[in-house]
């Protein structure tokens, strides 16, 4: 395949939080993406990254489709409905219903489409047993999509290594750089490019941690980013209210 163009769709996962350049602002797996097909492909590829944290599958949909399609790109990424997942009240059902006629519109406008199956970030969290039927749905549809529409279905969810806790950030829930990296790794594997092996290198497990320290831990954490994120929903804002698409449009990459 040849790709002129790709445009990123998404929340925090796709922006890049929590891998971060030396000036502060997040790279992530899309960027590195787009870096890889750009030496490919040349001077004039171009890379649009429209993804917002916080935003939820709905806000996604409305507000970066239709940017999306005026763009024609060639390769289009989508992931969304983690933060849905997340809320007190969510039909995963509808969510999978929501995304359809979305892939089917990429599709039909001669876009080939990223789908990903969600690592299990909700083994970290409270509320387990809550969110994860709820995230199973969504990967099990992402799976229905990639077959009905030719989608490309990313199974992150099925690489035990992002059990490992150096895959991801120490507020549980966005992937570290290690975690981005071999999210980029997967995603060029199935797009059939070269990557750099060492991308997909994970250190051993660290040695299980003795229940008091883990529960210091914990609480640390719910004190640093639960709280703080409780805080926000609760006065109904988001962390990506301030935030605008870090590329809105195509741009060769630097």
């Known amino acids: 395949m040849t790709w002129r163009s790709f445009v990123a769709m998404g929340d925090s996962f796709t922006e890049g ?5 030396p000036d502060g602002s997040y790279r992530g797996w899309a960027d590195l993406v787009a870096a890889r097909l750009a030496v ?6 171009g890379y649009a990254n429209l993804a917002i944290r916080g935003r939820l599958l709905n806000q996604i949909v409305d507000e970066q489709l239709e940017p999306t ?3 024609h ?16 009240r969510v039909d995963p059902h509808a969510l999978v219903a929501r995304m359809d006629p979305m892939v089917a519109e990429l599709r039909a ?6 789908l990903f199956r969600f ?28 077959e009905k529409y030719g989608a490309y279905v990313i199974d992150l969810f099925g690489d035990d290594k992002f059990h490992h806790p150096h895959m991801w950030a120490p507020d549980r829930l966005h992937l570290s750089a290690a975690g981005h990296r071999r999210v980029a790794a997967h995603v060029l594997n ?50 990506g209210d301030s935030v605008t698409a870090k590329r809105p449009a195509l741009a060769p990459i630097e």
């Open 69 to 71: 399609l005026a763009m």
């Open 109 to 114: 406008a001669g876009a080939d489409v990223i």
């Open 119 to 146: 690592a299990d970030v909700t083994a970290h969290l409270p509320g387990q047993r809550i969110m994860s039927p709820r995230a199973a749905v969504l990967n099990d549809g992402a799976t229905m999509l990639g």
């Open 190 to 239: 199935a797009l059939g490019v070269g990557i750099e092996e060492e991308w997909m290198l994970v250190p051993p497990a660290p040695e299980p941690t003795p229940w008091l320290l883990a529960r210091g831990a914990d609480v640390r954490w719910a004190r640093e980013h639960l709280v703080p994120w409780m805080g926000r929903h609760l006065l109904g804002h988001s962390s």
């Open 17 to 21: 939080l929590s891998d971060a350049y």
């Open 40 to 45: 490919d492909y040349g001077p004039d590829f």
């Open 73 to 88: 790109p060639d390769l289009v990424s989508f992931a969304g409905g983690g933060n849905d997942v997340l809320r007190p």
